[in-house]
């Protein structure tokens, strides 16, 4: 089974066993009971994952196209994400976008005109709508990136070391990765110092009751989501995390990534608490034959020795 099947199944298997359901809107569905109070840490800091003596994890919800997700400085949804949904719903005009439409089943860059494209980014984004994101580069089993790893439909935990100064996120699922986050005021490494990688370099502090998260240094072997929004290794994102009550986690992130996008944008959506769930061993890389059987456009090989000019194709078996 592909990495892809597996997400599928995952979260359909969530969503029928009715443990939580992630509306429109990101919020929590049936099964939620009234809202407990948002829990604390000794020292009156906002905890942001277990209470001592429980159980519990952040169940990360399947978000295949962020541009969705897009917010105003109000905190809502851009009004003609409101609208495309709206049509959406209905089944009028305008349901394509988005997600629908031309592109090869999905709306490609012109059903999202509220994004700030470049036009390389554009034409990225409609190749990937047409061939139904076929090289994802998550599907291979490589990790999520940010701040897609909060948009993939495993769980997460969070776990706070303040007298380490730093906070460490551990997710369930991509990779079996996890993250740190330096909360002791040290700045983001600079020239060669700072080595580029899927996650970035996140630093982090608090204003009042949410964690601001900044985070620099990203690789460009990610993608933003599903769909297949590029960026850059110019990509900057700062995060906003907050915990209005004890079964939600608010998640915003601002991306300001001037090698792909002409302004910033920032998404959000909630996270519901799952408070039986843990962490189990999930590691996608075994028995992953699909990555041995996938080309690219020319016939040749993602993974693994390309035929080279002159040379005869290789023996799949049998004699002279």
Avoid at 117 to 129: E, F, G, I, T
Avoid at 142 to 155: F, I, K, N, V
Avoid at 282 to 287: K, P, T
Wanted: net charge neutral; glycine share 14%.
């Amino acid at each position: 089974m592909t990495y892809r099947a597996v997400l599928l199944c995952t979260a359909a298997a969530i969503f029928f066993a009715g443990v939580w359901v992630v509306d429109a809107q990101g919020g929590r569905g049936r099964g939620a009971g009234p809202a407990e109070p948002t829990p604390r840490l000794p020292d009156g800091t906002v905890n942001l994952g277990r209470v001592p003596g429980e159980k519990g994890v952040w169940r990360v919800p399947y978000i295949t196209n962020m541009a969705m997700r897009v917010i105003g400085p109000d905190g809502q949804l851009l009004p003609e994400i409101q609208k495309a949904q709206a049509a959406a719903r209905a089944g009028g005009p305008g349901g394509g976008a988005g997600g629908g439409g031309g592109e090869g089943g999905r709306g490609g860059a012109k059903s999202e005109p509220w994004m700030p494209w470049m036009p390389w980014s554009a034409a990225v984004y409609d190749y990937n709508s047409r061939n139904q994101s076929k090289f994802d580069p998550e599907g291979y089993c490589l990790p999520p990136g940010g701040p897609r790893m909060m948009a993939t439909p495993y769980p997460a935990e969070i776990i706070q070391l303040p007298q380490d100064r730093r906070i460490v996120m551990i997710f369930e699922g991509a990779t079996h990765i996890w993250r740190e986050i330096y909360m002791d005021g040290r700045p983001h490494p600079t020239g060669d110092a700072l080595n580029p990688t899927y996650l970035g370099h996140s630093v982090g502090r608090w204003d009042g009751d949410t964690l601001v998260v900044d985070v620099v240094g990203f690789n460009e072997n990610s993608w933003l989501d599903y769909f297949g929004h590029p960026h850059t290794s110019k990509m900057h994102v700062v995060e906003r995390w907050s915990r209005p009550n004890k079964s939600t986690l608010h998640y915003e992130a601002t991306v300001n990534d001037p090698g792909a996008y002409t302004r910033p944008f920032t998404m959000a959506w909630d996270i519901p608490w799952d408070a039986t769930g843990e962490l189990q061993e999930y590691i996608c890389q075994e028995n992953n034959q699909y990555l041995n059987r996938l080309t690219d456009d020319f016939g040749q090989p993602i993974f693994g020795p390309r035929q080279q000019p002159g040379q005869a194709p290789a023996r799949t078996g049998g004699t002279r």
